[in-house]
């Protein structure tokens, strides 16, 4: 167990909808990546957020949006969803996202679009 | 931005031999390559590291190896086990950024009893 706790882990939603995906990071780290993972692009970075605050921004599209809140958990919002936002979702954290630092992934998020 | 290319995608090995995953990196700047290791179900879990100031590090049955010059890093697995079944992904710094991580494509790792 990685203590980064990922909800749902499941999520089956139509075209055109809004979810959210919820990420609660390992105790004491203040750092919160997300990342998208599907069998075309394989692992793709999206967002980093670090005390509550946009570090960087990755392949994030501009239908989807994040934010990490005073307690560090993260959430990320996918609207207008389409068949190919399907993938899995992870979240990552680690203690200050500096470099060289150990990433710490939670389980995933499996979001189907039918 | 970084390019990270590893091969091969699949790789069936007879469990006791030797694996070998190889991942090649477009930013000469890079200076950080982690290993992840993600089993069916899970998410990937960071199995080995090196820095660009090493040419080759070890933890028991694994290692990796650095070659600045060619740009390129590898995984090598000994005496393999079934439990070494798993994707492994080889990653490469975005910019600077050592946490900002480029993935290469994965390997997926068949250990055969």
């Known amino acids: 167990d990685s203590g980064v706790t990922q909800t749902p882990k499941h999520l089956i939603t139509a075209t055109g909808q809004r979810v959210t995906l919820r990420c609660s990071p390992r105790?004491?780290?203040?750092?919160v990546y997300w990342y998208q993972q599907s069998l075309d692009q394989g692992l793709q970075f999206l967002i980093q957020?670090?005390?509550?605050?946009?570090?960087a921004k990755g392949n994030i599209l501009e239908r989807f949006s994040a934010q990490q809140f005073p307690d560090l958990h993260s959430e990320l919002n996918l609207s207008s969803l389409e068949l190919g936002d399907s993938a899995l979702y992870f979240c990552?954290?680690?203690?200050?996202?500096?470099?060289?630092?150990?990433?710490?992934f939670g389980s995933g998020t499996q979001l189907s679009v039918l | 931005g970084e390019n990270v290319e590893q091969h091969p995608s699949t790789l069936s090995v007879q469990e006791g031999d030797s694996a070998v995953i190889k991942c090649t990196y477009s930013?000469?700047?890079?200076?950080?390559f982690p290993w992840y290791k993600q089993e069916l179900g899970k998410g990937p879990q960071l199995i080995i590291d090196?820095?660009?100031?090493?040419g080759e590090k070890k933890d028991q049955r694994i290692a990796v190896t650095l070659n600045k010059t060619a740009k390129h890093f590898s995984l090598h697995i000994t005496e393999t086990q079934p439990e070494d079944s798993a994707v492994y992904f080889c990653?490469?710094?975005?910019?600077?950024?050592?946490?900002?991580?480029?993935f290469g494509g994965g390997t997926r790792l068949m250990v055969k009893p």
């Open positions: 930013d000469s700047a890079s200076n950080y």
């Open positions: 105790s004491g780290d203040l750092s």
């Open positions: 990653a490469a710094p975005r910019g600077h950024a050592g946490n900002m991580l480029t």
């Open positions: 990552a954290s680690s203690v200050t996202g500096g470099g060289y630092e150990k990433l710490f």
């Open positions: 957020y670090y005390n509550g605050e946009e570090r």
């Open positions: 090196i820095r660009s100031n090493v």
